[in-house]
Nanobody, 126 residues
Framework: EVQLQAFGGGLVQAGGSLRLSCTAS????????IGWFRQAPGKEREGVSC????????YYADSVKGRFTISSDNAKNMVYLQMNSLKPEDTAVYYC???????????????????WGQGTEVTVSS
């Protein structure tokens, strides 16, 4: 069974950095995508960044392009989200999630992800 666990959140000042980590294990296929999502109070969950496990391609929401970097270490079953130049609007609970390849990927579609880790809270103070 696929299991994910996100950690690394915390409180940081605007302009600072945090690195989130996600342990991802239990995959029965090498074709899957891992996504980072976030949900701010009163808002819908939104996709932040995704990585394709088989070819390493990465994708970013416009709001985080140039500031966030997703990476993976398959040997350690880890996916990371390096967040730089953080802004107060980045404040949210961050989740990692996984979807198996099913003919196509819908990287930022929340409903396409079948497996979710618990969230880790990120607070950016101004």
């Amino acid at each position: 069974e696929v299991q994910l666990q996100a950690f690394g959140g915390g409180l940081v000042q605007a302009g600072g950095s945090l690195r989130l980590s996600c342990t991802a294990s239990g995959f029965t296929s090498d074709d899957y995508a891992i996504g980072w999502f976030r949900q701010a109070p009163g808002k819908e969950r939104e996709g932040v960044s995704c990585i394709n496990s088989s070819d390493g391609s990465t994708y970013y929401a416009d709001s985080v392009k140039g500031r966030f970097t997703i990476s993976s270490d398959n040997a350690k079953n880890m996916v990371y989200l390096q967040m730089n130049s953080l802004k107060p609007e980045d404040t949210a609970v961050y989740y990692c999630a996984a979807q198996y390849y099913g003919g196509s990927y819908y990287y930022f579609a929340v409903d396409e992800y079948d497996y979710w880790g618990q969230g880790t809270e990120v607070t950016v103070s101004s």
